[in-house]
């Protein structure tokens, strides 16, 4: 899983950086009109998959391992493609932009999902801690 991890981390960093710059472009323009697609740019694409890298970097032993590649996948999917779908959705607001919303938003509930079955459901996770 560290593998995973790594590519979470990275990942999470270039959303950062996007993120930072979506709100000093906001700041300089004096127009917060984007401020929720910023905040979750931060928030899912940035914090959550650096959360969820840390987390596949630190347990190492996961016994559920497709669970977790599901997971991974769509963490990335859904929390990289949902944000961007409410920038668009709120510069452009058609059934189209709706769409490229709502759907990764569905994918990122799955992940959370997948992410709670493997806290509760993994045999390995805590079995050291339990």
């Not at 709100?23 to 931060?42: E, Q, S």
């Not at 779908?85 to 938003?105: C, D, E, H, R, S």
Request: glycine share 6%; hydrophobic share 60%; aromatic share 16%.
């Amino acid at each position: 899983m560290v593998k995973y991890s790594k590519w979470l981390i990275r990942i999470a960093a270039i959303y950062s950086l996007i993120g930072a710059l979506i709100g000093a472009d906001m700041a300089g323009r004096y127009d917060y009109t984007l401020t929720p697609a910023h905040a979750h740019i931060l928030v899912v694409g940035w914090l959550t998959l650096f959360a969820y890298g840390m987390f596949y970097y630190i347990f190492k032993e996961i016994s559920m391992v497709r669970t977790a590649k599901l997971h991974v996948w769509c963490s990335i999917i859904g929390g990289g493609l949902m944000p961007f779908g409410m920038l668009v959705y709120y510069k452009m607001q058609n059934t189209a932009t709706l769409l490229a919303f709502i759907l990764p938003a569905c994918i990122l509930l799955l992940a959370i999902a997948l992410f709670v079955v493997i806290l509760f459901f993994d045999k390995r996770l805590f079995r050291a801690n339990s």
